[in-house]
């Protein structure tokens, strides 16, 4: 039987039976991508200003209810549809299947992938806005920078090993080298769950670490008067 070869999917022997073309245009999927994150943002950004939050706070929150926002929809779709989205026509299946040209993973249903991205959306997502509504909370809650670790270090580790299996597969998911689906798509846009998971990893850890340090004391004059 002859292989199906009709779509921009790598490697190019893959088949993928009831694959149908994007309708819409990628100009029109980013955009329309891109501009929701950025009504979230500013949005998100307005209303701290507004709150008087200084100004790392106001650019901490805007990561995690962006995140939140993109693990619990856009990863939450595929969570849901992986396995049929490759013959949807749906703006979300399109999304997918416009990144799936830099990691074809995403169309064939692998299994790692399918697990990662569960995982980042069913349970990454909603901590992602629970860790901002601990910050945005009057009185702050004594969990933020515990919530800000795990959601960081869950991220970090996805994103890692979504980068080294490719790695070792010898990315033969996308096209190499290729400007916008493997630079941007692949290389570009994963690398901010690399890069800012551990600028929040390292800021939770010197957080929890000085409470530590103040605690400490008060816990070793009590041992003290323990023995007296």
């Not at 149908?20 to 500013?42: H, K, M, R, Y």
């Not at 939140?68 to 299946?93: D, T, V």
């Amino acid at each position: 039987m002859a292989i199906s070869r009709n779509h921009p999917y790598f490697p190019r022997e893959l088949h993928i039976p009831n694959y149908a073309p994007n309708i819409s245009s990628i100009v029109e999927l980013l955009g329309i991508f891109f501009g929701l994150t950025a009504i979230v943002l500013f949005g998100t950004l307005v209303y701290t200003t507004r709150r008087k939050f200084p100004v790392q706070d106001r650019l901490k929150l805007c990561w995690f209810v962006m995140c939140g926002f993109i693990h619990m929809i856009l990863e939450g779709y595929f969570g849901l549809f992986h396995a049929s989205l490759a013959g949807k026509s749906s703006y979300l299946a399109q999304m997918w299947k416009e990144y799936g040209k830099g990691d074809s993973r995403y169309i064939t249903s692998d299994t790692f992938t399918v697990c990662m991205e569960s995982i980042t959306a069913f349970i990454v997502g909603p901590l992602s806005f629970l860790t901002a509504a601990a910050f945005l909370s009057r009185r702050p809650s004594p969990y933020r920078y515990v919530l800000q670790l795990i959601v960081s270090l869950c991220q970090l580790y996805g994103d890692t090993l979504y980068y080294l299996t490719a790695i070792k597969d010898g990315f033969k998911y996308g096209e190499m080298w290729h400007p916008l689906h493997f630079w941007f798509y692949f290389v570009f846009l994963n690398a901010f769950w690399i890069i800012v998971p551990l600028i929040m990893i390292l800021q939770a850890v010197r957080h929890l670490a000085d409470a530590q340090c103040k605690l400490l004391p008060d816990e070793s004059s009590k041992q003290r008067k323990k023995t007296f």
